[in-house]
T-cell receptor, first 112, second 117 residues
Framework: LAKTTQPISMDSYEGQEVNITCSHNNIATNDYITWYQQFPSQGPRFIIQGYKTKVTNEVASLFIPADRKSSTLSLPRVSLSDTAVYYCLVENYGGSQGNLIFGKGTKLSVKP | GAVVSQHPSWVICKSGTSVKIECRSLDFQATTMFWYRQFPKQSLMLMATSNEGSKATYEQGVEKDKFLINHASLTLSTLTVTSAHPEDSSFYIC?????????????FGSGTQLSVL
């Protein structure tokens, strides 16, 4: 199971771009990378998912280098409402065992 | 997108009673559901993997007789905390895996805050 490592916390200001990097050195061929956002007392919410290179959706971009040993979540122009904990998860594509282990996550604090 | 409904959102119970938490996938079938617990300011801890029609797989250190999991249908999994004690007070979250032709995604319920008095 690929273990993930992220910074414990990050601070930013409204309007800035925020990049959160996650390390997953022992990612397997069938693994893909997913990022989740969690607000206090709520379940995590899916943000973005990718396997390699770059993925972009309406809320974020995900950059994955060729060796796939890390990934970077990019949040453009953050607002106060983006203050949350962000988790990267390495999930096994097509795997039936589905042992999805969360790391400690990154607590992002956006200030005015 | 896919929706996972979890009920109740919060529950307060007396020590020694049992509490059941339901997790439903509303618009997709989930052969696999997952149960997590989360203490304040900590990450989610996987408790067990629930497979439809078979016994759940529990993580090390999780008492299967205390945390009963039933996954009787493709859209419903339940977690029963039996003989709850104050140390069982926590935030419990379920998730379900949605599989499409192109990818797999994990969708989470809104969580259940359990307080045992």
């Amino acid at each position: 199971l690929a273990k993930t490592t992220q910074p414990i916390s990050m601070d930013s200001y409204e309007g800035q771009e925020v990049n959160i990097t996650c390390s997953h050195n022992n990612i397997a061929t069938n693994d893909y990378i997913t990022w989740y956002q969690q607000f206090p007392s709520q379940g995590p919410r899916f943000i973005i998912q990718g396997y390699k290179t770059k993925v972009t959706n309406e809320v974020a971009s995900l950059f994955i280098p060729a060796d796939r040993k890390s990934s970077t979540l990019s949040l453009p122009r953050v607002s106060l409402s983006d203050t949350a904990v962000y988790y990267c998860l390495v999930e096994n594509y097509g795997g039936s065992q589905g042992n999805l282990i969360f790391g400690k996550g990154t607590k992002l604090s956006v200030k005015p | 997108g896919a929706v996972v409904s979890q009920h109740p959102s919060w529950v307060i119970c007396k020590s020694g009673t049992s509490v059941k938490i339901e997790c439903r996938s509303l618009d997709f079938q989930a052969t696999t559901m997952f149960w997590y617990r989360q203490f304040p300011k900590q990450s989610l801890m996987l408790m067990a993997t629930s497979n439809e029609g078979s016994k759940a797989t529990y993580e090390q250190g999780v008492e299967k007789d205390k945390f009963l999991i039933n996954h009787a249908s493709l859209t419903l999994s339940t977690l029963t905390v039996t003989s709850a004690h104050p140390e069982d007070s926590s935030f419990y979250i379920c998730s379900a895996r949605s599989i499409s032709e192109t990818n797999e995604k994990l969708f989470f319920g809104s969580g259940t805050q359990l307080s045992v008095l």
